[in-house]
Structure formats: C-alpha cells, structure tokens
C-alpha cells in the first residue's frame, strides 16, 4: 500500500480512537509530548543543523534561514506551548446551545472532532508541533507534510511525540508524516479524500494558491501577510515608530510582519525622516512613491508589484495619502487580508478604520505582530485564516471542531 494510503488509514483508525479519549488522557499525553520534547533538546538540534547546513548550501535568506533554526530556547518555548495547550479548556463536547421544537424534541448543537485534519505547510519546524498538539486536544487526527527544508527537523519531532502518545496508551498514528517529499506526493495528499477531512496550508503565497487550485479535499485558507500600517496625521509620532520598526524588523519572514507604511501627507516630511533614520540602522530597504523619493532621496521608487508583495524580508513599501479614505482604499485593493493597523489619536478614525477595512485583525496604535495564536490566548494556532468560511483570523481549539445537532425524544413521529 502507497504512503499515503496508508497513513491516511491509519491516522482514520486513530481518529477514532481519540473520538472516545478523556480530556485526561489526551492532557497527559500533551504533558509527555512537552517532558519528551526537553528530554530530547540535544537530538532535535542536531537533526536541525543537517537541515541548516543544507538550505545554506541552496543559499535561502537569512530571514527563511531564521525560521528554519531551532535553538535550546526555540525548544523550550515550543514544549511551554505544549503545556499552554494542554491547560486550555477542551472544547469538545460542549453543547454550545440547546432548544425545544414545537414538536417537544430538545435539539442540542454540540462540538466534534473534524476527524483526520492535513497540514501543509513550508520551512517551520515549530509548526509540526503546534498544528499536532492543537488537533490532539481536539481529538482530530493529524497527517503532516512539511518542507522539504526541514525535513530532519520534523521527523525528529513527530518520532518524539509519536512516541509520546504511545507511552500514554493513545495511538502513536495519531500523528503521521508524509515523508516523501516529492510535488507529485503533496498534489496527491491534496487529493486524500478518503481519509482527509479538511486540508490547511501554512506557507507563502505559492503554496497557498498550488493548494487552492489542486485540493479536492475541503481546504481552510490561512494567509499570506501582505499587512499594512497607516499613520495618521493626527498620531503620535515616536509611538508610530516603534510601532513599526517592531512590525517590520522583530521577525520580517513571519506573515504577521508589516510590509507596507501609508503616511498621511501632513506629516509625511517630518515622519519619515525620522522613521528612515531607525530603518536603516537595522537595514531595511525603503520602495516609495515619487513623494517618498523627494523626501527620503536614497529610496527606491516603488512599483506596483512592491505595493502587492510579501517580501518576508528587510523590505518595505511606502506610500503617501492624501487622507484617511485613500489609505483604506489602498489596503482594501493590495491587502491579502490578514492584519492591518492605524495609529492615530483621533477615535473618529480609529473607529472608521476598524469598520472599513476588509481584513482578519483591524488594529488600532499597536504592532501586527500580534496576530497570533498564543498572544491571542489560544495556547498556539493552527494557523492564521484569511478566508470568511468557518474560521477567520488565528484559529485555535474552537476552530478545528466541527457540530453535530443531538436531539432527545419521548416518542414523537412528524406529521
């Protein structure tokens, strides 16, 4: 039997199992995958290194390169993740509302497990844990198939926490991962409609939209962060820069990382003057309008494509409005609806922002970096949905369930 075939069978089996395990048992089995993971710090690192040594070798960007590296910190963090996880409330089954019919039938909505959930996704080790923890505690099934890039890094973590599972009397097939890492092996994960409930894609632009076009199993959308910050005439300017230095420079190949600045003209002269002089001592590259250009001489002129772009880099698009109404207008035309941001000192605008624009996270004088799951409460995320089907915005436990309506009788028959 192919690979596929047969983890999609097994990780189906191991649904439903989960679907009858305790919220105890599926909180030790968390508690396990968290001790394994710091009991397993000095494997895991040497796993990442190899998986290092080879995307320096393809010569990936030191952004991509930082997102690939685990360190004794990263794994720490990722196991307390673990623990968060296991200390949020389970979800399933809550009966979320319950009525009665005219016909004296009480009917119920109650949430469940989706059942065997894909994940596909790039160069993130963290991702392999957060995506199977979280649907552990749902009692879904999970079937990975992460990049090519961090393959070591993920087989390390998936045997860790297989093994976890198992020692806890859950089964190990709980979590699978794809391990052929062959295009023509994920088209036809995308296709596993026999065992894949639903299909959820972590990654940039292209691997979002080869999902979108080939799945035939139901996918929820999570986004590319083409994220924007306007400034306001009326903001606070030192605040408006540390805003955005943190949203562009703390992490810039993460999809909640600003890409793109609008500037209200009135203050366009004295801002970004002073936001320029922060960004290149931390070597970012500034692509403005022609305004832009006669204000700040040594950036490059912007072009169409850089308003649309997710540079996951020390880049960033720059425009000058004219007011309010053409900054919401601009982020609605280039935005991929993920997170957006004002700062402002007017509430009129603040409030006009947040109703007005067209995206998952509407923030109000504060960085997009805080679209997350953890940062959110969620313990960790899935993934950050752009799509308005089912989920939207950092999905966390809520999100990978689905209902059921349960309705109790004493003998009733329709008319």
């Known amino acids: 039997m192919e690979e596929l075939q047969l983890k999609g069978q097994r990780a189906k089996e191991a649904g439903r199992i989960l679907l009858t395990a305790s919220k105890k048992k599926k909180n030790e089995a968390l508690e396990e995958i968290a001790k394994q993971l710091e009991k397993s710090v000095s494997y895991i690192l040497e796993e990442n290194k190899k998986d290092v040594r080879q995307a320096q070798k393809k010569g990936i960007s030191e952004s991509l390169l930082d997102r690939l590296m685990l360190t004794e910190d990263r794994i720490y963090g990722i196991a307390e993740g673990v623990r ?40 993130r080790p963290n991702v392999t844990v957060d995506a199977a923890v979280l649907c552990l505690k749902t009692s879904n099934a999970t079937i990975l198939r992460g990049g090519t890039e961090a393959f070591y890094s993920n087989l390390a973590l998936v045997n860790i926490m297989k093994n976890a599972l198992e020692s806890c009397g859950l089964p190990g097939s ?15 994960f995308m296709k596993l409609n026999d065992y894949l409930d639903v299909l959820i894609p972590r990654g940039g632009a292209g691997l979002i939209q080869t999902v979108v076009r080939n799945a035939t199993v139901p996918v929820i959308e999570t986004g590319t962060g083409n994220c924007h910050i306007f400034v306001d005439e009326t903001a606070d300017q030192k605040k408006a820069v540390d805003i955005i230095v943190n949203a562009k420079t703390q992490r810039p190949a993460v999809c909640n990382a600003c890409e793109s600045v609008l500037v209200h003209k009135n203050i366009a002269q004295e801002f970004l003057k002073m936001l320029a002089a922060v960004l290149t001592e931390k070597g970012v590259e500034i692509y403005g309008c022609e305004h832009t250009k006669e204000i700040l001489p040594n950036a490059f002129l912007a072009t169409e494509e850089d ?34 941001s004002i ?57 990978l369930t689905s209902m059921k309506y349960i309705i109790y009788g004493d003998g009733q028959i329709r008319k």
């Open 174 to 188: 709980a979590i699978e991962m794809i391990e052929d890492t062959r295009r023509e092996t994920a088209v036809e």
């Open 307 to 340: 308003y649309a772009t997710e540079y996951l880099d020390l880049k960033l698009s720059v425009k000058i409005v004219e007011n309010i109404g053409e900054a919401i207008a601009h982020i609605n035309r280039y935005s991929t609806g993920h997170s957006e």
């Open 84 to 123: 968060q996880v296991s200390k949020l409330k389970d979800p399933i089954g809550e009966v979320v509302s319950m009525w009665e019919s005219e016909a004296g039938l009480r009917i119920g909505k109650k949430r469940v497990p989706m059942g065997v959930i894909g994940i596909i996704y790039e160069a």
């Open 343 to 399: 700062i402002t000192e007017s509430y009129t605008n603040s409030e006009r922002f947040l109703n007005e624009i067209d995206s998952a996270c509407v923030y109000v004088n504060a960085s997009t970096r805080f679209t997350d799951g953890f940062e959110f409460g969620f313990g960790a995320e899935i993934g950050i949905s752009t799509q308005k089907l089912h989920a939207r915005g950092p999905m966390g436990l809520n999100e």
